[in-house]
T-cell receptor, first 113, second 113 residues
Framework: DQQVKQNSPSLSVQEGRISILNCDYT??????FLWYKKYPAEGPTFLIS???IKDKNEDGRFTVFLNKSAKHLSLHIVPSQPGDSAVYFC????????????WGAGTKLIIKP | EAGVTQFPSHSVIEKGQTVTLRCDPI?????LYWYRRVMGKEIKFLLH????????ESGMPNNRFLAERTGGTYSTLKVQPAELEDSGVYFC???????????FGPGTRLTVT
């Protein structure tokens, strides 16, 4: 049973517009959430994270929102750029499981020029 | 600073053969992780070393997989004997502390035929 779900396998967005990637989780013990970005033939690269004590974290064009009651987080990229085309993974962890990362299946983001 | 490196980048072996994957973490990172991604699915945790000790090996699929990190530097993951379902991309990551950002290697693509 998947504890972290990314229900959209792919997403296509026009360059300059906002990209919104979604992630749902089932384990209420998760207290730390991360987004990773992956290009083909490369390993995932850390993008941004958020602790469960916050509901928003921003870093440049990237903002992560956390809704604990809905067990939902989202990554907003604005404005979207061609270099943002990649697979985005959501991951979650909890202190009581030694911060073992539980991953979603990824969403492939395609930025159209 | 050199990143996480993995060797080989690709390996094609027959069912029943043995394969050993190697990971060199970022120098000074005590935490080393192995993950596996089967085609198009989520990245799954295999195990976590702290220095030379196995902190968490709850994700190891079965006893055909053996991971070592002698001396607390590089790590090897041996699959013996390999089965068809072992095919996938094996990622290694390292971090300075368990909750911190994990830096990933490019992965080893293993194909068992």
């Amino acid at each position: 049973d998947q504890q972290v779900k990314q229900n959209s396998p792919s997403l296509s967005v026009q360059e300059g517009r906002i990209s919104i990637l979604n992630c749902d989780y089932t384990n209420s013990m998760f207290d730390y959430f991360l987004w990773y970005k992956k290009y083909p033939a490369e390993g995932p690269t850390f993008l941004i994270s958020i602790s469960s004590i916050k509901d928003k974290n921003e870093d440049g064009r990237f903002t992560v929102f956390l809704n604990k009651s809905a067990k939902h987080l989202s990554l907003h990229i604005v404005p979207s750029q061609p270099g943002d085309s990649a697979v985005y993974f959501c991951a979650a962890s909890s202190m009581d499981s030694n911060y073992q990362l539980i991953w979603g299946a990824g969403t492939k983001l395609i930025i159209k020029p | 600073e050199a990143g996480v490196t993995q060797f080989p980048s690709h390996s094609v072996i027959e069912k029943g053969q043995t394969v050993t994957l190697r990971c060199d973490p970022i120098s000074g990172h005590d935490n080393l992780y192995w993950y596996r991604r089967v085609m198009g699915k989520e990245i799954k945790f295999l195990l976590h070393f702290v220095k030379e000790s196995k902190q968490d090996e709850s994700g190891m699929p079965n006893n055909r997989f053996l991971a070592e990190r002698t001396g607390g530097t590089y790590s090897t993951l041996k699959v013996q004997p390999a089965e068809l379902e072992d095919s996938g991309v094996y990622f290694c990551a390292s971090s300075h502390d368990p909750q911190g950002e994990q830096y990933f290697g490019p992965g080893t693509r293993l194909t068992v035929t």
